[in-house]
């Protein structure tokens, strides 16, 4: 029954785009609901993960605007896709980017963690399609640099997971928003958590097409069970990550999630980790080693459970059993995706025993539990081939990094206008003392006087900027005549290298003269 792409309906030079990288052929959810969406009606779309969702939405879009070409203009989207993270997001971007580009449409990602300046120049730039999570897509409408009142067509992905991480509110408040009588798209694996008042309120006489039930993609992979004392758990974990292949572990913490990828890339299995507590930049560059092979592990918490693909992830370890069961599916399915083999394997200690099994009760899987050793028969098989170790390199630091940016020794002496502050790196002339001497010049003062008088230096002076005065205190022991004889004499003598900060720090009533 499998048909071809060009008998659906699409247009040949995405077919050709398609088939450049190896689809030939449309996947069921794809053939299902093409016919559909490639004549602008509304679609229901539930199938599972993995299944192909992404190409089924993205190509009726990019065809049907292609189809009616317009002056871009700016602020004023013609498409909108919205996405529950920004690893999806940006996963759908990678997907419906080459489509649009043949068709010359400008698309552009929005989220939040990031500086919105260069996606409210994109927006004023003028944007076809707009790839949004909802959250920063919000900002940026009550802002007035996005306005959806010229929408033509509206897509909503993963609509369950909006639900669950709260956003169906906000949700809601977008598509108000929109003009009445545009095509709505909307897929999810489930209806449950007020998505089907969603279904209701906004999509008008929609064809429903499920695909397989959100637990038959789980079917398909090779689940296994292993019950090891908490203990041993560790060195398992350890052991399970030393293929050869691509492998995501999940872990409930982001700390936990962290701890584990630097335990595992110590032990010479190359690892990152992605969770929430990264910054954009990071969770980029941790998915680009994953994705190139620099790294082999990718240890995750549940922001990755959706919107990850790289291809080739042939094992999932829940190294902490998830909370609940969709959990269980969606983190499971980073594997066996699009047709491919996987196994998923689940850790389990003793006393979880009885949670794990309502767990994949849930979830529709029947498995039986393996007590196991690290050196088990079991563990063996699902490891593979073992790699190579790699030698751990410690990350470069940020405090690593600011000597380097230092002055040279008697650069910038003389100037009152250089910035000072930090040992050695201001021009006081402070390199030619050592930060003993610094120390025993300072002994005669109380508590009270080195407070104070930090207070006074955190102020910036004026001819320059000193950024940490504790660290200031200590450029040289230049800098203590010219306080105290400020004190004593009231007059301001100059230190070595520069001006000195001693009249700005005295009381004494010649000092306010100057």
């Not at 707009?130 to 640099?145: E, F, H, M, T, W």
């Not at 949700?171 to 929109?178: A, E, H, N, S, Y």
């Not at 080739?312 to 902490?320: C, N, P, R």
């Amino acid at each position: 029954m499998t048909s071809t792409f060009s008998a659906l309906g699409v247009p040949e030079n995405l077919v050709q785009v398609l088939s450049a990288k190896g689809i030939d052929s449309p996947f069921p959810i794809q053939e299902a609901t093409l016919p559909s969406t490639l004549t602008g009606g509304d679609v229901l779309g539930r199938g599972q993960t993995g299944s192909g969702k992404t190409l089924a939405f993205s190509m009726p879009l990019v065809a049907r605007l292609a189809a009616r070409p317009q002056r871009r203009k700016a602020r004023f989207p013609r498409a909108l896709i919205m996405a529950p993270t920004r690893e999806l997001a940006t996963q759908i971007a990678k997907t419906v980017d080459p489509l649009a580009a043949v068709n010359n449409l400008r698309t552009t990602v929005i989220y939040g963690g990031v500086a919105q300046s260069r996606q409210e120049k994109a927006m004023n730039e003028g944007v076809d399609i707009v790839i949004a999570c909802p959250g920063r897509l919000d900002d940026l409408i009550s802002q007035k640099i996005v306005d959806l009142s010229q929408l033509e067509i509206s897509v909503l992905d993963e609509a369950d997971h909006m639900a669950d991480m709260g956003f169906l509110p906000v949700v809601r408040r977008i598509m108000d928003r929109m003009p009445t009588g545009i095509q709505h798209m909307l897929f999810s694996a489930t209806l449950d958590n007020g998505v089907d008042k969603v279904v209701k309120r906004y999509l008008n006489n929609p064809t429903i097409h499920s695909v397989d039930a959100p637990k038959a993609a789980v079917n398909t992979m090779e689940h296994h069970v292993f019950v090891i004392p908490n203990d041993d758990k560790k060195e398992l974990v350890r052991v399970l990550a030393q293929g050869t292949s691509r492998r995501i572990m999940f872990m409930r913490t982001k700390h936990h999630a962290k701890k584990m990828a630097v335990l595992l890339s110590k032990a010479g299995v190359p690892a990152v980790d992605l969770h929430g507590n990264l910054s954009q930049n990071a969770r980029d560059r941790n998915l680009a080693a994953f994705s190139s092979g620099e790294a082999k592990v990718l240890v995750a918490t549940d922001v990755a459970a959706r919107g990850v693909h790289v291809d080739g992830v042939e094992l999932v370890v829940h190294i902490d059993p998830p909370a609940e069961h969709k959990a269980y599916l969606h983190r499971s399915g980073r594997t066996a995706r699009a047709g491919s083999s996987g196994v998923v394997v689940t850790i389990c200690t003793p006393d979880q025993q009885g949670d794990v099994a309502s767990l994949l009760k849930q979830a529709g899987i029947k498995v039986p539990f393996e007590k196991v050793g690290v050196d088990s028969q079991a563990v063996m098989d699902v490891v593979g081939e073992v790699a190579e170790p790699v030698a751990y390199v410690a990350p470069v630091k940020q405090q690593q990094r600011n000597p380097a940016k230092k002055r040279p020794s008697g650069e910038g002496q003389g100037s009152g206008s250089s910035r000072g502050g930090r040992g050695g790196r201001g021009s006081r002339g402070g390199q030619q003392s050592t930060e003993s001497n610094s120390r025993q010049g300072s002994r005669g003062r109380s508590e009270r006087s080195q407070s104070e008088s930090g207070q006074r230096a955190s102020r910036p002076a004026r001819g320059g900027a000193t950024e940490r005065p504790a660290r200031g205190s200590r450029s040289g022991s230049s800098e203590r005549p010219a306080r105290q004889g400020s004190r004593n004499s009231g007059a301001a003598a100059p230190a070595a290298g520069g001006r000195s900060r001693g009249p700005r720090r005295a009381t004494s009533p010649a000092t306010r003269s100057r």
